[in-house]
């Protein structure tokens, strides 16, 4: 939530007065962004568990039940009475909140809609996301592209589009030829990255690139923090802030820093107990700590590729190593490399092999010579507020 929230503060800021929907969690950081909140009324949401699904199939039908299918009746009812009091410019929704898009459009609201990663939809030129490829090269790679996006599209709207349709009828709209239709029936896709990260592509005439949101979660931002002493390269380790099965993992990098003549900081977030990880002398293991404040001090972050988390090191200039886990992290995975910027090794990889993937970075200046190059741009498309909110103000 860290992007989303950061639009909202962005916007509180500008002097807009914004109205956030939400699970319970999100109340005080909804307020602490200046946005008066309101509780989506069924409660909490379903849990993500895409780390113990190994199939397509069963990863589509998780994604639509807890994030696209299950929340939307809800988010719809919810939506449309907080429009028919509020009476708002314009409704901004996050990616999955299709209910929300769906209640807009029945009460002829302009809605934006936010994409918090690299371009996720399908475009010519654009890798079928969660394949983790690189942008095709002659006949073969384009049949690749138009393969895999078929492919895609036809297993999300298996689960999907049906009950969207549905949804759609109640609230006295027309059906969509395919779930991500509803996406693009926004007046804007606002695109939280930077260009220079992703891949060049035939975006819809209403896509546009707005820069990322640095921004670091609420609960990172007073936690207390010290590396272990000593003048040693610094590496963070930042894997997901939620879990994604990734305690084993973890412990492989933790041991691969042990050695290595480095001083490692790893931060587990809320999903995992520090506790859990046996941390060797260079190697201190907390809940939490501002990234951007550690970034600014490390020469290497080892993390699982999520968005943030990626582009944020770049900004920094810090170069990467990658274990990517699932979701986007491939695709970040190879945004990375094919710019230079770092290594991916499996999620599995054994300790030795992390630690050699860490070793070479560290040893090599072309890695921090290509992250700061991407990075610089990324920085400054996040300083410029104006692509974000020229857009929203439009």
């Given at each position: 939530?860290?992007?989303?929230?950061?639009?909202?503060?962005?916007?509180?800021?500008?002097?807009?007065?914004v109205?956030?929907?939400?699970?319970?969690?999100?109340?005080?950081?909804?307020?602490?962004?200046?946005?008066?909140?309101?509780?989506?009324?069924?409660?909490?949401?379903g849990?993500?568990?895409?780390w113990?699904?190994?199939?397509?199939?069963?990863?589509?039908?998780?994604?639509?039940?807890?994030?696209?299918?299950?929340?939307?009746?809800?988010?719809?009812?919810?939506?449309?009475?907080?429009?028919?009091?509020?009476?708002p410019?314009l409704?901004?929704?996050?990616?999955?909140?299709?209910g929300?898009?769906?209640?807009?459009?029945?009460?002829?609201?302009?809605?934006?809609v936010?994409?918090?990663?690299?371009?996720?939809?399908?475009?010519?030129?654009?890798?079928?996301?969660?394949?983790?490829?690189?942008?095709?090269?002659?006949?073969?790679?384009?049949?690749r592209?138009?393969?895999?996006?078929?492919?895609?599209?036809?297993?999300?709207?298996?689960?999907?589009?049906?009950?969207?349709?549905?949804?759609?009828?109640?609230?006295?709209?027309?059906?969509?030829?395919?779930?991500?239709?509803?996406?693009?029936?926004?007046?804007?896709?606002?695109?939280?990255?930077?260009?220079?990260?992703?891949f060049?592509?035939?975006?819809?005439?209403?896509?546009?690139?707005?820069?990322?949101?640095?921004?670091?979660?609420?609960?990172?931002?007073?936690?207390?923090?010290?590396?272990?002493?000593?003048?040693?390269?610094l590496?963070?380790?930042?894997?997901?802030?939620?879990f994604?099965?990734?305690?084993?993992?973890?412990?492989?990098?933790?041991?691969?820093?042990?050695?290595?003549?480095?001083?490692?900081?790893?931060t587990?977030?809320?999903?995992?107990?520090?506790?859990?990880?046996?941390a060797?002398?260079?190697?201190?293991?907390?809940?939490?700590?501002?990234?951007?404040?550690?970034?600014?001090?490390?020469?290497l972050?080892?993390?699982?590729?999520?968005?943030?988390?990626?582009?944020?090191?770049?900004?920094?200039?810090?170069?990467?190593?990658?274990?990517?886990?699932?979701?986007?992290?491939?695709?970040?995975?190879?945004?990375?490399?094919?710019?230079?910027?770092?290594?991916?090794?499996?999620?599995?990889?054994?300790?030795?092999?992390?630690?050699?993937?860490?070793?070479?970075?560290?040893?090599?200046d072309?890695?921090?010579?290509?992250?700061?190059?991407?990075?610089?741009?990324?920085?400054?498309?996040?300083?410029?507020?104006?692509?974000?909110?020229?857009e929203l103000?439009?």
């Amino acid at each position: 939530m860290p992007p989303e929230l950061g639009v909202a503060r962005r916007l509180a800021r500008r002097g807009h007065e914004v109205v956030m929907l939400g699970d319970n969690s999100m109340e005080e950081q909804a307020t602490g962004a200046g946005a008066s909140f309101r509780f989506w009324t069924d409660g909490e949401t379903g849990e993500i568990r895409d780390w113990a699904l190994h199939t397509p199939m069963g990863l589509a039908r998780d994604m639509f039940h807890n994030m696209i299918g299950g929340p939307a009746p809800q988010q719809a009812r919810d939506t449309v009475s907080a429009i028919d009091e509020v009476r708002p410019d314009l409704v901004l929704t996050s990616f999955f909140a299709f209910g929300a898009m769906v209640a807009a459009e029945s009460r002829a609201v302009a809605f934006d809609v936010l994409l918090p990663n690299t371009y996720p939809l399908p475009a010519k030129g654009m890798p079928q996301v969660g394949t983790g490829f690189a942008p095709a090269k002659g006949p073969l790679g384009a049949l690749r592209d138009r393969m895999t996006t078929f492919g895609g599209t036809k297993l999300i709207d298996r689960y999907a589009l049906a009950p969207l349709n549905e949804l759609r009828a109640e609230h006295r709209l027309a059906p969509v030829a395919t779930t991500w239709e509803q996406v693009h029936h926004a007046r804007r896709q606002l695109i939280l990255t930077s260009s220079a990260f992703d891949f060049p592509a035939e975006l819809p005439a209403n896509a546009r690139y707005v820069g990322p949101i640095l921004d670091d979660p609420a609960w990172t931002s007073n936690a207390p923090w010290a590396p272990p002493a000593g003048e040693a390269p610094l590496v963070l380790v930042a894997m997901s802030s939620t879990f994604q099965n990734h305690v084993q993992c973890m412990q492989r990098i933790v041991d691969a820093l042990g050695s290595l003549p480095v001083r490692g900081l790893v931060t587990t977030g809320p999903s995992i107990d520090p506790g859990e990880i046996r941390a060797p002398a260079n190697v201190t293991v907390v809940a939490a700590a501002p990234h951007h404040q550690v970034m600014a001090r490390s020469s290497l972050v080892v993390t699982h590729g999520g968005h943030g988390t990626v582009v944020k090191a770049l900004a920094a200039g810090v170069p990467l190593v990658i274990l990517h886990h699932g979701r986007d992290q491939s695709g970040n995975a190879i945004r990375v490399t094919s710019r230079g910027a770092g290594i991916a090794v499996p999620r599995g990889a054994a300790a030795p092999r992390i630690a050699k993937a860490i070793t070479k970075v560290l040893a090599t200046d072309s890695y921090r010579a290509a992250a700061v190059k991407l990075g610089g741009t990324i920085a400054r498309d996040a300083a410029n507020g104006s692509l974000l909110l020229d857009e929203l103000e439009l």
